[in-house]
């Protein structure tokens, strides 16, 4: 088994796109080199990068897999029409098969374990969904 160095970028290939509404997909990226990916905790995120014409597309996503999974990552990106073009390029160019490179997971808001209490506040971008466990949320349709 191939051990991944936390300053390496991860290569991944896209398993599986699935449309969860007409504005969100979920994309299940799987390691490239048959490697088991770095386990996380809730909330955490990945960079993503993409080319387009020369043009480097880097953007940050929250992982909503189970983070004790190390098979694979899923994330989920809402298509912003008004946006930079990012999220539009993943739902018409991203398909199944396609190779990309990920950062490891970080998390910038980690649960302290030791704490007795822990408030919650909870906001979210126009693109991006929030769930606290990143996996467990259920929608009733995409978040506007």
Request: proline share 6%.
């Amino acid at each position: 088994m191939l051990k991944l160095q936390a300053q390496e970028k991860i290569k991944v290939v896209v398993e599986q796109v699935k449309k969860e509404s007409p504005v969100v997909k979920r994309f299940k990226l799987v390691p490239e080199a048959g490697c088991k990916l770095p386990k996380f905790s809730g909330g955490s995120h990945i960079t993503t990068f993409l080319t387009e014409n020369k043009r480097p597309l880097e953007r940050n996503y929250s992982l909503i897999s189970p983070p004790d999974q190390s098979d694979a990552y899923e994330i989920a990106i809402r298509r912003n029409d008004q946006s930079s073009g990012v999220s539009v390029y993943w739902h018409t160019k991203i398909k199944e098969g396609e190779k990309l490179e990920i950062s490891y997971p970080k998390n910038r808001f980690a649960i302290g374990h030791e704490a007795k209490h822990h408030v919650f506040f909870c906001c979210r971008n126009r693109n991006h969904p929030v769930s606290l466990d990143g996996y467990s949320t259920e929608t009733k349709g995409p978040i506007v």
